[in-house]
Structure formats: C-alpha cells, structure tokens
C-alpha cells in the first residue's frame, strides 16, 4: 500500500475542516452559511474514514470503514440540496417552500438506508479480481443509497446553475469560484455514484480522486471566500423551472451514452463475450454512419449548428432596430403592410412579398400591399370561399414559414393564383403565417429571390422572427382601432346624454306654454312671460351649441407680448358687480411674456365664474398675479363648497364631467386645451367645505 492516498484524504479532510471553520467567522450566521458548514464537516468526516479504509489492512476492517464512509454520506444529499436552494437567493425561503416535499425526500430517505444497517448491509461480499485490486461491492441497499445521491447530485448541479444565471455583473465575479468549486466537487460525486450504480461496486483507487476533488474545490471555494468575505448574497432567480438546463442535458446524455450501453454489454458477459461485445461496437458505427447520412438529421444539425455555433450572416441587432424603427408609430395597416414589405424585400433580396390580411367577419383575404402587385391587380384574383377557408384553417397551424414547392399540403397551392410568379427567377416560394394572441392575423408571401439563391435554416428563422413581429403589429392596431371606436362610442354617449338632457328641459318648457296658450293667448302678461320663455329657450340652445362647438373647432393662436397683469385686468372689467360676492383684485406687473390675450382672458373669465357659481350664498374671490420660478402666475382664489381629491383626479378636466347642476363640462377642458397650447400649466389646491385656488403659469421668456 501507497501513502500516498492516505495523505491525500487527510489533507482533502484538513482542507474541508478549514473551509467550514472560514464559514462560519461571519456573523450573523445565515441557513446556506450553516449548511455549508455542515456540508464541508460532514465531507471531511467521510475524507478520515476512505483514509482509514485505505490504512486498514483485512478486507473485513476495510469493508468496515467504508461502510462508514456510506453512512456518513447520508445526510448529504438533503444538507447540499438545502444549501444550493439558499446560496445567495434573497428569495431562498420561496424556493425552501416549492421544494420542501423534496427536501424531506432528501433528508428522510437516505437517512432510512442507515437505520436499515443491521437488518439490511450497505455493502455485500468481497471480490478480488485477478489484478489484485480490492472491489467494495454494494449490496441493492447501498445501491439504492448511491441512487439518492446521484439524484441529489443532478439537483444540486441544477440549482446552482440556475443561482449563476440569475448573477450578473460584479454578483456574478463574486460567486463564480464557489459555483466552479461546488461544481467540480458534485460532478464528481454524480460520477462515482453512476460508476456505483451501473457496476453495483467502486474500486478504493477512486476514493483517493475523490480526496483530491476535495481539495480542489477547497481551494476554489477559499477564492471565493476572499472575494466576497461571506456566503451571504442576495440574488433573485425565477421560480420557474430551469427548462433547458446544461445539468440535466448533460446528465442524461451521459447516463444514455455510459449507462445503457455499458449495462448491455456487461449484461453479455464482460470479457468472455468479446465477439458479442465487437459485433455491437460494429452495429453502433452502422448506426452512427447511417444517422450521419440522414436527410432528416443533416438538417436538424445544420439548424442546431446554424443557431448556437456558425456565425450569422445578419446582423439581427441592426435589423431589429431599422424594423421597430420604421413601424413603431404605424397605427394603420395598408401604411403597416407597405412598410413590412419593403423591409422583408430588402432584408432577404427578394423582389415578390406580399401581405394578405385576413378578414375572419367575412372570410375573405383583403390586399394588404406588395412589392410587385398593385392594387388593381390583386382585385382580380379571385378565389372561392371554400379555397379561402382551407387556406386560412391550414395557414392557422402554421408555425414556421414553408416552402410552398416543397410542402405535401395541397392547400397552399392556391397561393400560386393571388401570387403569380412574375420574374420567373426561383429562389423558392414561401409562404408566412402571421399570427399573434392565437389567432391568424394575416398571409405573407416571399416569391423571386434575386440570383434564385434557396433560402436556409437561418433564414426561415429570420423571417419567422420578422413574421412575428408583423403580427403584434396588426394586433396592437386592431385592438387599437376597437379601443377608439369604444371610446368615441362612451364619448358620443355622454356628450348626447348631457345634451339630450338639458333639450329635455327646455323642451318641456316650451310643451307647457304651448299647452296653456290656447286658454291665456288673450292675456297680455301670458304673451309676455311666452316671449320671454321662447327668447330664454333659444338663447340656451345657442349657448349648448356654442359650447359644444369648441370641441370640434381647432384652436388657433395669436400670440403677442403682453403683460399678463394688464390682460387679467381686461378680463376682470365688468365683473365687479357680480351680487353677495366681494371681488378682491393684486395686479401688480409682471415681466412681458408672449401669449394671445384673447384667448387668456377666456380662461380666466372661465375661473372667475366657476368660483361664483361656487359661492351660491356669496362670498370673497381673490385674484392675484406674481412671478415665480421663471413662470408668470395668476391666482384665483374662492372660499366656496371646493371639490373632492377624486374628482379633481379624474374628472376635473375632462369633457362632460361637472359638479354644476346646469353646467356640462366644457370650461375646464376648453381651459387646459388654451394652456397646454401656451406651453403653461394649471395647479389647483381645493378642499371641500374650505374652498378653492386655481394657479394658471404661464412660462417667462428662457423658459
């Protein structure tokens, strides 16, 4: 016997010790510090006892110690598990709570193999090969053991995975060396227990690579406690699982690969078996060549290749870019169609694209634009309603562009009667469902590719990606359009409703004098209280019209410079004599500013009149001017009823929204549009019961 192994496994132990110790020095102590601590213990437990195994001389005290080294690996599985949910994850308690069925498989399980020991050995009888080495044979207890730890090991893998993909950055910097430590520490142990599983046994020599991982990972993992001073990190990985894991990948393929055939062949015989063994090896280079000759799986290498390894011909970043860029404002189709087909045509040299939009009301394709069909064109293709219904229900399970010359499908054969192949030049013919949120928003066509160059995984792909984006563009318009129709809908609904209630009004004036005057149309004072009624009646109307006139007229500007001290004053004059109120006016200058007066003085004439109708038992309104913070300021203050913080953040500027009983909405919003067009802004502080303050700011000359 060497000592060197013995050496090895009491420094891998030494080392683990150590690892721990430097562990547990931060304080507060977090779970993944402690169970990290408990990990490196528990392994530099297990290092003494594969170094005494391999000290001991009698088969019977080696099987002794090793079965130790079983035992004391037991709890493992669910400590390392519990510390690779809880390494710097901020949310580790959320993924404590998804994985605690797991967790308590973890620790329950193996725990249960070592209660078993005396009625059920880990380890079975001996056996020593011709070369001398010594076997630790497991019996389908420890087996079952190193199945756990095998699993676990993928587990562990995974998770850890999952906490160096979520790191960026400095985070990532910070981790990296334990990741690489851990990971080098659990491939190995997955390694040994495969090797235990698929043989039922493991030779002491590869306990002595164990030690030296160990170390390995020792060393790593002190890297990474110099760099971060402790194990506590906050990172935040999803929850979601980590579908496309290299762990898992790469574990099952070796599991395929080593496991299966391995078993096979050793099920044959092992040694004696050569001719069985060779005809195998045979048949498997039979079946590789012939898979390597495959249309099929040329095709799905070269898309694999094409994806993650051959460098792309696009530049997809600037693609991307010119696409969003050029049809992000769009909001109607036939500009979205042209647009569409110019940059498809640029991107892919194809001198043929065509959109087709599909109307599911009416099952019917509606031209949507193209780089060679016009319009009057397109009007006189004509295909039947049972083509289009096939077409449209075949196209709907369409999820990648196809060549139309190469597909089985018949049904898109008709695509050849509304997209003539006008160049003649080839170049394949492809047709791309655009479909979003489930449902087939439209057909494009990509015919005549300049030189007749066939098109390549890369470049299905690419139009896949440019077809995609085509159709959440013809969504978001859709559902754009509908949410304007909805709104014009609410707006018109409101607007009739305020309107048809104030002609209800005077409509029932008006009935009413009409029903007294045949009995009192001799009545003098009748006659003049019915004049009266009619003048009031009509001036209303005009004044509703008036008012709701100036939601349809645009608003023009005349700007001049003026002081706004001067046009508030203009505004004020003859609104003096306004009965119960007391109107309390500090004009002093302010510095020029260029507005349009006219306009101005509506707005602030608007503000004088809602604080008197404020005030329906009289009160005290005060007006100011000032100059604040590169802004000219007018004030307008009332000690009136006020108004609700809710209707002042939803309602107060809005058309149609009023507290008045015989008011409809307009003044404020009409207000607002008069500012915003000025460049100014309104401020308004109101409490109910207190009153109400207006500050219209209007910007100084720099600002």
């Not at 089985?408 to 492809?430: S, T």
């Not at 057909?443 to 139009?463: A, N, Q």
């Not at 159709?471 to 018109?492: D, G, K, P, V, Y």
Request: glycine share 8%; with cysteine.
């Amino acid at each position: 016997m060497t000592v060197f192994p013995v050496i090895l496994a009491v420094v891998a132990a030494c080392c683990a010790s150590a690892v721990a110790v430097a562990a547990l020095r931060p304080k507060p102590l977090s779970l993944a510090g402690m169970t990290f601590a408990g990990g490196m213990l528990l392994l530099a437990v297990e290092s003494c006892f594969d170094g005494l195994s391999m000290l001991a001389v009698p088969p019977d005290e080696i099987m002794s110690w090793q079965t130790l080294s079983l035992a004391i690996m037991a709890p493992q599985p669910g400590m390392w598990l519990l510390f690779s949910l809880s390494y710097s994850r901020g949310n580790h308690r959320e993924f404590i709570k998804k994985w605690r069925l797991t967790l308590a498989i973890a620790f329950i399980l193996p725990l249960a193999f070592v209660l078993a020991l005396p009625f059920h050995p880990l380890l079975r009888a001996r056996q020593t090969p011709a070369s001398g080495e010594l076997i630790i044979n497991l019996s389908s207890t420890g087996i079952a053991l190193h199945i756990v730890l095998l699993i676990a090991s993928v587990l562990i893998l995974m998770n850890l995975e999952r906490t160096f993909q979520a790191a960026v950055g400095t985070m990532r910097w910070r981790i990296k060396f334990m990741i690489l430590g851990l990971g080098l520490l659990f491939v190995f142990r997955f390694y040994i227990s495969s090797q235990a599983v698929l043989f039922s046994g493991y030779g002491l020599p590869i306990k002595s690579v164990e030690a030296g991982s160990v170390i390995l990972a020792s060393g790593l993992i002190v890297v990474a406690l110099i760099r971060t001073q402790s194990i506590r990190l906050d990172l935040y990985p999803s929850l979601i699982v980590l579908h496309r894991s290299l762990t898992v990948i790469f574990a099952g393929l070796y599991l395929l690969i080593v496991g299966v055939f391995a078993k096979f062949v050793a099920s044959l015989g092992g040694g004696a078996s050569f001719p069985i063994q060779a005809f195998i090896i045979l048949l498997g280079v039979v079946l590789c060549v012939l898979l390597l000759l495959s249309d099929r799986f040329q095709e799905h290498t070269k898309r694999f290749i094409s994806r993650h390894f051959k460098r792309s011909i696009y530049d997809f970043r600037q693609i991307w870019r010119a696409f969003t860029g050029r049809t992000a404002a769009i909001m109607d189709i036939p500009n979205l169609c042209r647009t569409a087909t110019r940059l498809v045509s640029e991107t892919f040299h194809a001198l043929s694209v065509t959109i087709w939009v599909v109307d599911w009301q009416n099952q019917r394709l509606v031209f949507g634009a193209s780089t060679s069909i016009t319009e009057a064109a397109a009007r006189e293709f004509h295909l039947s309603q049972e083509e289009i219904a096939t077409l449209l229900q075949t196209a709907s399970r369409q999820s990648h562009p196809i060549d139309i010359a190469q597909t089985n499908d018949p049904h898109y054969a008709v695509l050849n009667k509304i997209n003539p192949d006008i160049y003649g030049k080839g170049g394949g013919h492809l047709c791309a469902a655009l479909s979003a949120g489930g449902q087939l928003l439209g057909i494009m066509t990509v015919w005549d590719r300049v030189g007749g160059l066939t098109y390549s995984t890369e470049d299905l792909d690419l139009l896949k990606c440019l077809g995609d984006q085509i159709a959440s563009n013809l969504l978001n318009i859709h559902l754009s359009q509908r949410l304007l129709q909805a709104r014009e809908m609410e707006a018109f609904q409101t607007m009739s409703a305020f309107f048809v209630h104030d002609l209800k009004n005077t409509a029932a004036t008006l009935s009413l004098m009409l029903q007294n005057l045949p009995l009192h149309f001799d009545d003098p004072e009748f006659r003049s209280d019915a004049l009266r009624a009619v003048s009031r009646s009509v001036n209303h109307i005009n004044e509703l019209i008036e008012r709701l006139g100036l939601l349809r007229k645009e608003l023009k500007l005349h700007p001049v410079e003026g002081d706004l001290a001067a046009v508030v004053s203009a505004a004020l004059a003859g609104l003096d004599e306004m009965p119960g109120i007391t109107l309390v006016k500090n004009l002093p200058p302010t510095p020029l500013i260029t507005i349009d007066p006219g306009q101005i003085q509506s707005v602030v004439t608007n503000l004088i009149l809602n604080a008197r109708d404020a005030m329906p038992h009289g009160g005290e309104i005060r007006v100011e001017t000032s100059r604040q913070n590169g802004w000219a300021i007018v004030s307008v203050s009332d000690n009136g009823c006020g108004m609700s913080p809710e209707f002042m953040s939803k309602s107060l500027f809005r058309p149609f929204q009023t507290t008045k009983k015989k008011g409809i909405g307009i003044g404020m919003f009409h207000s607002k549009m008069i500012l915003d067009a000025h460049q100014g802004k309104i401020d308004v502080q109101s409490e109910p019961g207190r009153g109400t303050t207006f500050k219209v700011m209007l910007p100084l000359h720099g600002n």
